[in-house]
């Protein structure tokens, strides 16, 4: 629930003051890495790197097993439109491709490539860096973005290049850059803008030039001012400061969420099933913005991302700066974990990560945070569930706007066409209606089980159109094939009959010699 | 003037109904159409009809059960049994696994009898050539198992895809009692 | 146990048992009041209720073969309390009785238990006990504060009495002890004839007295100074939002303006409205009863809007004086409707 005075929450109820997304909650931080540098992680005996490690279709492998790959070499081609290839993290040799757990809340397997590092982390002398990108194509520079495979590093892994594109009718006035951060534990953004603060400005300016934005806004929470404060100076040296705004948002959970951060910045909201640039603005994640840089300025494709290695059952938690691929638990062995006995562990922040079920699983783009928390307290949040007692807390604090509690019910009960009724594919999973919900209803892992159930039906309907249509072309064709057939039949009957009268006749007239 | 009037009042009823025939009417058996969107259009003829259509026209008709299609399982009866407005049926076969045909090539000898049968084509294959089956039409029918004659098609299990899983049901008490009691509703 | 379990994974510690608990916090206020005006009786009333509310819930369970914790979860320990707050002092103790099991069981378990039931349990029983029971439930003791009383409710001996036996059990005549509440003064003037002015003038009715809560009336509702204490409590915990109250009673004084500013003969000022019976707990604590109220903002206000309607239209045509329960009980009835039309617009739609 909001702290906003009763004042305050009238105001927004009439739909006045400041702007600002409704809802929200404010959940104990827990930012313990914020005050520590990063550190470099050394390389794992071996690297295993998924095939897909975004929103979209899976990649097909570039290399075979046996071959040696160099760091920011293409292992595996991305077809499809909505996809990202993958590069290999650093230098060695292709050891196997098999099946292995991903992070992803079924504990499902996808196929990965394990390399085996040679230790020399030789850069793929192909990646060449554009110094010169101010002089550049928009469009050139978007390639090579499509191509270094990067992704939305701050959990969603969308790729990056689609948001990129230009519309002729709606085109992009501002850059917005998220440093928010509203997840408890993760540090990773506000780290990266401490210690990688040129290199995020240029990102964002070359994120400026691809989308051709006169205008870029940094919004981070009013809880990161050092952030701020090195953003700022970095920009009035660099003479910035007049196209570039630096915004201190209020501290509120999910501020950090596209859809939220837009409306709090611009007050306007992104109509639904739209993206962002229908507002005219492009939004783009510190990490996001560095791996930008990264691929225009340095020539690297994604390989490393920055993570943060937190929770409770974490002796040293830290930011490591990890290579694609790196397994968990060589990751958490830096920070001091090594048992794994009655911890759980999740990927991305509390609110919105998922639990994993083993630290056999690599880290991939998407890896914001990794966090291992004792099974007691994970034991404490997720209890036992009561009857939803219509507080209306949860629709108080939706910051989508919708009915949770309803909806809620309508997912338990298979009511799906009421659950589509009342938008359910519009809730972002931000979870704040289950945490503060008093009757413990893990509301999110409703409207899960709902969307997943409709995805479903909806993929039996088309499968079921589909036969529908091939058995009726069967039919179709089996009835002309038997018409072909009996009108062959009929003209082999009219054209041989006279011959086997003629014959006849002749053996008739044989006979009758 | 009482005849006269209720007289004209049944004259103009009847125009308007007249018209209203007319106007909405609609070709074919509508409630026909309605089942056969439900039905899940494998064609695999296991509830004793040769596909889908004719099962759904025998429903419609009420010539047919509305429990006989094995496929669609319990989620289809309890659609139609809304839609007819029939009490819900218990489904005797038991609820299979999604299946998908798959023909082991070296021992496949090219006779396209298993071409011939598939109801949707999901077979490829010319005369003695090894015929396969593309997966993502296979509806799972078996049609193809017996007319083989070297007995090279096997039922496999569909393979899981991680993009298809979805997210059970929450493991709490309140969810399941509800399940249970919904189950034993439609079970009386 | 916790192979599937879905994002988030914190939580933000509030449950069942803390959303009760703050709202019997909020109550204590109306309850020391109560306790100060009517002595022993108030206390024998709460404790038999509170008794008696959480005994029927378990005896419910354990006859339904649930599990018998939720008797604990506060719900209905809040529910006696309720049952006591509303009764008239002079109820003798198997009214309180009936109303504790009337209120859990046929208000509350037949529907499902905590969450399900449609209307407020505790208003039901009032109303079925008022319908019942119509002269024990409109007798009300003269509270001690006010001087003339010839009871001493202080006396532990005298309230058992009247606890156990009823007021008439006590010598002396009814009149003296008891006297009407403003409400029903100016519901019998009215149907006399005699202007309402002239009525209140009669009972020697000041705001001051209904404000701090020397009056006539049932234990907890006299005082609203105690319950707005309460309701604020309630609002600054986030227990309630400001919704339902404000616009219930919002639109129960503009109604009383506009229609006293017209004919100030026949219709009380909208001070008068405010502060008398059971308006301001109603509005704080019976109609923002969670449970049985709409969960949407705009829901609220609408479900606020016509409980005021309606109070007001009861109390000023209706049979029966006071209409604050009947109001939110009718207005329970369309929560499920209010909550369907009245969805906020989600984010990014028009509509």
């Not at chain 1, 091939?470 to 038997?482: K, P």
């Not at chain 2, 569909?158 to 399941?176: A, F, G, M, N, Y």
């Amino acid at each position: 629930m909001s702290d906003s005075s009763l004042f305050q929450s009238l105001m927004h109820s009439l739909g006045l003051g400041h702007s600002d997304f409704n809802g929200g909650i404010h959940p104990p931080m827990h930012k313990i890495t914020a005050a520590q540098a990063s550190e470099v992680s050394p390389m794992p005996p071996v690297l295993i790197v998924p095939l897909k490690q975004h929103i979209g279709e899976a990649c097909i492998p570039l290399v075979q097993i046996g071959d040696h790959v160099y760091r920011g070499q293409k292992i595996a081609r991305a077809d499809a439109y909505v996809t990202a290839s993958i590069h290999a993290p650093t230098s060695g040799k292709v050891v196997k491709i098999e099946d292995h757990r991903i992070p992803h809340p079924s504990g499902m397997g996808l196929p990965c490539m394990f390399i085996e590092p040679d230790g020399h982390d030789t850069i793929d002398p192909a990646c060449l860096p554009i110094v010169n990108w101010r002089e550049n194509d928009p469009d050139l520079l978007r390639e090579r973005i499509r191509q270094s495979g990067i992704v939305g590093l701050g959990g969603a892994a969308f790729p990056t290049f689609i948001k990129l594109l230009r519309d002729r009718h709606h085109p992009v006035h501002t850059v917005i850059l998220n440093g928010i951060e509203c997840e408890p534990y993760l540090t990773n953004d506000h780290r990266l803008m401490l210690e990688n603060t040129r290199q995020v400005i240029e990102g964002m300016q070359i994120l400026m030039h691809v989308v051709q934005a006169q205008k870029a806004i940094i919004a981070i929470e009013d809880n990161k001012p050092d952030a701020a404060e090195a953003i700022n100076a970095c920009l009035s040296k660099q003479r910035l400061d007049l196209t570039v705004e630096v915004r201190l948002m209020p501290t509120r959970y999910p501020q950090g969420s596209e859809k939220q951060l837009i409306e709090s910045l611009t007050g306007k909201q992104i109509p639904a099933g739209k993206l962002p640039l229908h507002v005219g603005v492009l939004c783009q994640n510190i990490g996001t913005t560095k791996a930008v840089y990264d691929a225009i300025a340095e020539g690297i494709p994604l390989t490393e991302r920055m993570v943060t290695v937190s929770g409770d059952a974490v002796p040293k938690p830290k930011n490591l700066r990890v290579r694609i691929g790196t397994p968990m638990r060589f990751v958490f062995a830096q920070c001091g974990l090594e048992d794994f006995d009655d911890i759980q562990i999740l990927h991305g922040g509390p609110m919105m990560g998922e639990k994993l079920r083993s630290a056999d699983i690599p880290i991939v783009k998407s890896s914001t945070g990794i966090l291992a928390m004792h099974t007691a307290t994970m034991q404490s949040v997720h209890k036992h569930e009561d009857p939803c007692i219509r507080c209306g807390h949860c629709s108080i604090v939706c910051p989508i706007h919708l009915v949770p509690n309803l909806l809620a019910d309508h997912c338990r009960n298979n009511q799906f066409d009421k659950a589509e009724d009342y938008h359910l594919f519009d809730c972002i999973e931000c979870g704040c209606c289950s945490y503060v919900c008093p009757s413990n209803i893990p509301l999110v892992h409703y409207f899960r089980y709902g969307k997943g159930q409709l995805a479903q039906l909806t993929r039996e309907r088309r499968f079921a159109d589909e036969s529908k249509a091939r058995s009726e072309q069967r039919e179709r064709r089996i009835e002309r094939e038997n018409a072909d057939k009996a009108a062959r039949r009929q003209r082999v009957r009219a054209e041989t009959k006279p011959v086997l009268d003629g014959k006849n006749s002749t053996e008739n007239d044989g006979d009758a010699s | 003037m009482a005849i006269l009037s209720l007289g004209g009042f049944a004259l103009v009823a009847g125009i308007i109904l007249a018209i209203a025939t007319r106007a909405f009417h609609i070709e074919g058996d509508p409630i026909a159409d309605k089942i056969e969107d439900m039905l899940p259009q494998t064609q695999c003829g296991q509830c004793g009809y040769p596909g889908c259509r004719p099962y759904a026209e025998a429903v419609a008709s009420e010539v047919a059960e509305i429990n006989n299609c094995v496929p669609g399982g319990e989620r289809t009866m309890i659609a139609i049994a809304d839609l007819m407005g029939v009490e819900p049926k218990a489904i005797e076969a038991e609820e299979a696994i999604p299946m998908i045909a798959f023909v082991r090539e070296d021992e496949c000898i090219g006779c396209t009898l298993c071409i011939k049968a598939c109801p949707v084509d999901a077979i490829v294959g010319a005369p003695k050539q090894y015929h396969t089956i593309i997966t993502d039409h296979c509806t799972g029918c078996t049609l193809c198992i017996d007319p083989c004659p070297v007995d090279c098609i096997d039922m496999l299990q569909k393979p899981e895809l991680i993009e298809h899983w979805s997210w059970p049901l929450p493991d709490t008490q309140r969810s399941r009692i509800g399940h249970q009691r919904r189950e034993s509703h439609q079970h009386v | 146990m916790l192979i599937h379990i879905s994002s988030p994974h914190m939580h933000g510690g509030n449950s069942i048992r803390i959303t009760m608990l703050t709202v019997m916090i909020a109550l204590l206020p109306a309850t020391i009041v109560s306790v100060y005006l009517f002595g022993w009786l108030a206390v024998l009333h709460l404790c038999l209720c509170i008794g008696a509310c959480m005994g029927s819930e378990w005896l419910a369970l354990r006859l339904m073969g649930r599990p018998t914790t939720p008797v604990l979860d506060g719900s209905a320990a809040l529910t006696g309390l309720f049952i006591a707050l509303i009764l008239p002092a002079a109820a003798p103790w198997w009214i309180a009785l009936l109303g504790s099991i009337f209120a859990i069981i046929l208000g509350k378990q037949v529907y499902g238990g905590i969450g399900y039931n449609p209307f407020n349990p505790a208003l039901s029983a009032r109303i079925i006990l008022l319908i019942s029971f119509p002269l024990m439930m409109t007798t009300w003791v003269v509270p001690m504060h006010l001087g003339g009383s010839a009871l001493n409710l202080y006396d532990f001996n005298t309230s058992l009495q009247i606890f156990i036996h009823g007021i008439q059990s006590i010598p002396g005549h009814l009149d003296a002890m008891s006297m009407a509440t403003p409400l029903g003064h100016v519901k019998t003037a009215a149907t006399q004839g005699i202007p309402v002015i002239d009525a209140l003038k009669s009972y020697d009715y000041n705001l001051l007295d209904a404000f701090l809560g020397s009056e006539a009336g049932s234990m907890g509702e006299t005082s609203a100074l105690a319950l707005l204490i309460g309701g604020i409590y309630l609002l600054a915990r986030h227990t309630i939002t400001w919704h339902i109250p404000f616009s219930y009673l919002i639109t129960v004084a503009v109604l009383a303006l506009i229609f006293s500013s017209i004919d100030p003969n026949q219709y009380a000022p909208p001070l008068f409205h405010l502060l008398a019976g059971g308006l301001m707990l109603c509005a704080f604590f019976m109609a923002t009863d969670p449970v049985s109220s709409p969960v949407t903002p705009l829901g609220q206000i609408v479900f606020g809007v016509g409980c005021g309607v309606l109070t007001w239209c009861i109390r000023t045509w209706g049979g029966y004086p006071e209409g604050a329960m009947f109001a939110v009980v009718l207005m329970n009835m369309a929560v499920p409707l209010i909550d369907h039309y009245c969805r906020p617009r989600p984010y990014g739609r028009k509509t």
